[in-house]
């Protein structure tokens, strides 16, 4: 009896960190969460946890007269980003998939230039590859689709800067990798003890230091989660727009499609309902959250610098988290370069396109405005069926692979 007791539990702890989740199944989990972010507050961002980390770097030096920033552990995304970090520690330990890896000079620098342009993009743009597609698509934001679109045109020229590079500076990404504190198959075993050791930590330490604000500790709570659910599915946005123009396959752009459409179900009836009317602007409120100002022109230029340096780190907003969190210094790199270049570009880059575009090529529209709630939802239902229509005849016939 004992053994099979153990047997089931080795079993069971071996099918959420022996193996990596179907991508699709994190798509689904985390739209879930994200509903439940909008219902505790506010949707799933990726883009305000690196102004506010970077916010608080300048203000620790005192530049940019940033001395009234928020502190990290006090910002929404601040929190929401820290903890999903810790999440995938949490995730990468616990399958000892736990690692420092370090790459060659020439990745790294790639990683910060990569994360510079994903803060200028999301300035630019008015949203990242979280708060701007995966929780603006489902929020009705009209912006999110040149966004989106700018996503996939930047995928497809980094692509192209890659291979240009591959031919032309086959050098500059070569070099000694590093790999720090990987777990062996008898010495391994620290890495989930300390896994979950790390969990129950956090849980109950942000039960204790939010107890007096619920939002956060809801925001800290699944935070963690989804890291963890990230880095076990290595759910990935970056692959959705990069994968159709290399390598074909389908599985990473079927899973961000899982994740739009729960979470426009999830979004719609909260918006509909006046769910969580307390929010400001009351019912109305609701309906506009996540209604950026970024239709047209913005969006898709946005959309594109943004598109170009997520493929060039090797990783979106959230992808770059989870893979900071189990240990890739590049990703590192992109997060600094992220961190460190988005109060630059919110202060000054993004003002500055914002004069010079046309007002009419920014505007914030809310789909439903204009089509209704049942128009809104038709429309972007289509448009995911389309995209599913289009990545799985690519996926057959390769007619837009290996650009």
Not at 38 to 64: A, C, E, H, R
Request: net charge positive; glycine share 14%.
């Amino acid at each position: 009896m004992s053994d099979s007791k153990n047997g089931a539990w080795r079993q069971l702890w071996s099918t959420f960190f022996g193996k990596t989740w179907p991508m699709w199944v994190g798509g689904i989990l985390l739209a879930s969460l994200n509903i439940l972010l909008f219902v505790v507050k506010s949707p799933w961002g990726g883009s305000g946890t690196y102004l506010s980390w970077g916010q608080n770097i300048y203000k620790l030096f005192g530049l940019l007269g940033l001395e009234g920033a928020t502190p990290v552990q006090y910002h929404l995304y601040g929190l929401l980003g820290t903890m999903t970090v810790l999440g995938a520690f949490v995730g990468a330990l616990m399958s000892r998939e736990f690692a420092i890896r370090i790459p060659p000079l020439g990745e790294m620098v790639k990683g910060l230039v990569g994360g510079v342009l994903m803060a200028l993009g999301c300035q630019i743009g008015k949203g990242c590859t979280i708060g701007g597609f995966l929780s603006g698509v489902p929020a009705l934001s009209a912006g999110a689709i040149p966004l989106a679109l700018g996503f996939a045109l930047g995928a497809f020229l980094a692509l192209r800067y890659l291979l240009w590079e591959m031919e032309k500076l086959p050098k500059f990404s070569m070099g000694k990798s590093v790999t720090l504190l990987a777990a062996k198959e008898k010495s391994g075993i620290w890495q989930p003890i300390l896994g979950f050791a790390i969990t129950m930590f956090l849980l109950i330490g942000a039960s204790f230091f939010y107890k007096n604000n619920d939002v956060l500790t809801w925001f800290a709570i699944i935070g963690l989660i989804l890291g963890l659910i990230s880095q076990r599915s290595r759910f990935c946005v970056t692959r959705s727009f990069r994968e159709p123009f290399m390598t074909g396959e389908s599985e990473a752009p079927v899973a961000v499609m899982s994740a739009l459409a729960v979470g426009l179900i999830g979004f719609t009836i909260i918006k509909y309902m006046g769910i969580n009317s307390a929010y400001p602007g009351g019912v109305r409120g609701v309906a506009l959250t996540w209604v950026m100002p970024n239709f047209w022109l913005n969006g898709l230029i946005g959309g594109t610098i943004f598109g170009m340096g997520m493929v060039i780190a090797g990783g979106c907003a959230v992808g770059t988290l989870w893979r900071m969190g189990e240990g890739q210094i590049k990703l590192w790199f992109a997060g600094l370069g992220f961190a460190l270049m988005s109060p630059i570009s919110a202060k000054f880059v993004a003002p500055w396109f914002t004069r010079i575009l046309p007002e009419w090529s920014q505007k914030a529209i809310f789909l439903p405005d204009h089509l209704r709630y049942g128009g809104a939802f038709a429309l972007i239902a289509v448009l995911i069926i389309l995209w599913y229509v289009f990545v799985k005849w690519n996926e057959r016939t390769g007619k837009f692979s290996a650009i």
